[in-house]
């Protein structure tokens, strides 16, 4: 199985920028989907982008304008740009993907203060 580690986190001022990685044990693109997927205390996860292995995008509306997901050539490496960041955006980003079976990040931490 995929196994999906991710990286980039951190506490970070509002207004800022971060970009989480996840890189993968697998090229993840040929799978439906590749997203990630936050968490925060007292809320379930909720989905924030995703990338189809067709490469359609989609994002919910919270991060629309603010966040952007990629993938590297190879379809290794997982990628999203948070910019804008507000304490709202605060909480574990975990990385995903879905073909055959899903697999998950074990999650990192994303703060943003201020």
């Known amino acids: 199985q995929v196994q999906l580690v991710e990286s980039g986190g951190g506490l970070v001022q509002s207004g800022g920028s971060l970009r989480l990685s996840c890189a993968s044990s697998?090229?993840?693109?040929?799978?439906?989907?590749n997203g990630w997927y936050r968490q925060v205390p007292g809320r379930s996860r909720e989905l924030v982008a995703h990338?189809?292995?067709?490469?359609?995008?989609w994002y919910a509306s919270f991060v629309q304008g603010r966040f952007i997901i990629s993938r590297d050539a190879a379809g290794t490496t997982l990628y999203l740009q948070m910019n804008d960041l507000t304490r709202e955006d605060s909480g574990v980003y975990y990385c995903?993907?879905?073909?055959?079976?899903?697999?998950w990040g074990q999650g990192i931490q994303v703060t943003v203060s201020g």
């Open positions: 995903h993907t879905r073909g055959v079976y899903e697999a």
């Open positions: 697998e090229a993840i693109s040929r799978f439906n989907t």
């Open positions: 990338i189809t292995s067709s490469g359609s995008y």
